[in-house]
């Protein structure tokens, strides 16, 4: 069963960092990609940053210059660092790790259990 372990989140305040940490096991295929996404109160789930097995990374707008996401393929681990918090960043941040379709296997999404992140004051 593949699973995706997600730390680092906590409280902090605006201006601070904090580094995400996922690692995902249990997958007999490769993650083709590997990403954060995040959830607030009351809005959709949505994309903040992923990265390919080949290093390209996606960024939403809202993050970039500020946060940085890397990889190790050979731990199937994947980062976020945060860097000059602002309280719109507060929301539940979910891992993700796609494989990609093998033979009649469909491509599949995995989730982590999510971890959440709050600036404030």
């Known amino acids: 069963q593949v699973q995706l372990v997600e730390s680092g989140g906590g409280l902090v305040q605006p201006g601070g960092s904090l580094r995400l940490s996922c690692a995902a096991s249990?997958?007999?295929?490769?993650?083709?990609?590997m990403g954060w996404y995040r959830q607030a109160p009351g809005k959709q789930r949505e994309l903040v940053a992923a990265?390919?097995?080949?290093?390209?990374?996606n960024y939403q707008d809202s993050v970039k210059g500020r946060f940085t996401i890397s990889r190790d393929n050979a731990r199937n681990t994947v980062y976020l660092q945060m860097n000059n918090l602002k309280p719109e960043d507060t929301a539940v941040y979910y891992c993700?790790?796609?494989?990609?379709?093998?033979?009649?296997?469909?491509?599949?999404?995995?989730w982590g259990q999510g971890t959440q992140v709050t600036v404030s004051s």
């Open positions: 993700n790790a796609r494989v990609p379709r093998v033979s009649s296997r469909p491509t599949t999404d995995y």
């Open positions: 249990g997958s007999r295929f490769s993650f083709s990609a």
């Open positions: 990265i390919t097995t080949g290093g390209s990374t």
